[in-house]
């Protein structure tokens, strides 16, 4: 049985404990004060760490919610969401009541995946994201049935609040099943000092830049047998930020430089560099024995 490959990446930290289903996390809301835009109908405040994007001032609804409405304030392109795909997302979201604001993304400069239709969020986000679009800014005026219902919610969501969001769509990660895994045959080879890759496909899309998040789907080999330890693909695309080297094994973000979305990349990754040298019994990776992985850039933003 293959498993995520949450033994070889670590964890990254979204930082939106509120937006999940359970919803016991504990928010403190931003506090902003600088000059304001207009985007797409939607007032904006230029805060924030990611000056890519722009915090949006939310337009409360003009009654209560008592059922998700969903409204696009600046369409997007490319494929939709669908249930099974990442949506890659900054959001700011309020009380529908009085426009108070319990979280955003903006002002931590880090934006937040959902896998949609795996009830890692509220029923609003889950239903309301479907369809979206990259680069689409879209609100959700979603009544409490579909939030936190009667159970309130750090400082500010009370019981039977109804919560709107405005969302910016970053990107659309495709859903992938095991299907998709490339058919990949890996021959034994020797241990190396130093990372080797083999572009097996160059991509057409865009060329990863430093400083973006890489999202990629990944099949491991042992080097020394060839043999095939685990993959990625069925599951959500691994992402990470390409410079750094605390969500991942720093080869990792040496491996991915210079690709383009839709690319393949083999690499061999000298056993030092990944697990210290002691491998890791889980994935069936001896001690000593170099990393051998097929890398599929399917998205870069």
């Not at 099974?84 to 995946?113: A, L, M």
Request: glycine letters at 10%; proline letters at 6%.
């Amino acid at each position: 049985m293959r498993s995520h490959p949450s033994h070889l990446l670590v964890a990254l930290i979204a930082g939106a404990t509120l937006l999940t289903s359970c919803g016991d996390g504990t928010v403190t809301p931003a506090e902003t004060t600088a000059p304001t835009d207009t985007v797409g109908g939607a007032e904006t405040t230029a805060t924030g760490a990611d000056p890519q994007w722009v915090k949006p001032t939310v337009s409360l609804p003009d009654t209560l919610p008592t059922e998700l409405v969903v409204t696009t304030l600046t369409p997007g392109t490319g494929d939709p969401a669908t249930v099974g795909s990442t949506v890659i997302v900054h959001y700011v979201g309020v009380r529908s009541e009085t426009g108070q604001e319990f979280d955003n993304s903006y002002d931590r400069g880090d934006p937040f995946p959902v896998v949609l239709g795996a009830g890692q969020v509220i029923e609003g986000w889950d239903t309301g994201l479907v369809g979206v679009q990259t680069g689409e800014r879209r609100q959700l005026d979603i009544p409490a049935d579909l939030a936190y219902g009667d159970s309130p919610q750090g400082d500010v969501i009370q019981a039977g609040d109804a919560l709107t969001f405005v969302v910016d769509v970053v990107a659309v990660l495709p859903a992938s099943s095991a299907d998709d895994q490339p058919d990949l045959t890996v021959d034994a080879r020797e241990n190396v000092e130093a990372l080797v890759s083999d572009d097996l496909v160059v991509g057409e899309g865009a060329a990863l830049a430093e400083g973006q998040h890489a999202a990629i789907q990944i099949v491991l080999f042992r080097a020394d047998t060839g043999a095939e330890l685990d993959s990625s693909w069925g599951s959500a695309p691994a992402t990470f930020t390409v410079s750094d080297t605390s969500e991942i094994f720093p080869i990792f973000v040496e491996a991915v430089r210079g690709m383009n979305v839709g690319g393949r990349r083999l690499v061999q990754m000298p056993f030092t560099e990944v697990w210290d040298g002691a491998g890791n019994e889980n994935l069936g990776l001896p001690a000593g024995v170099d990393l051998v992985v097929a890398i599929d850039l399917v998205a870069a933003y």
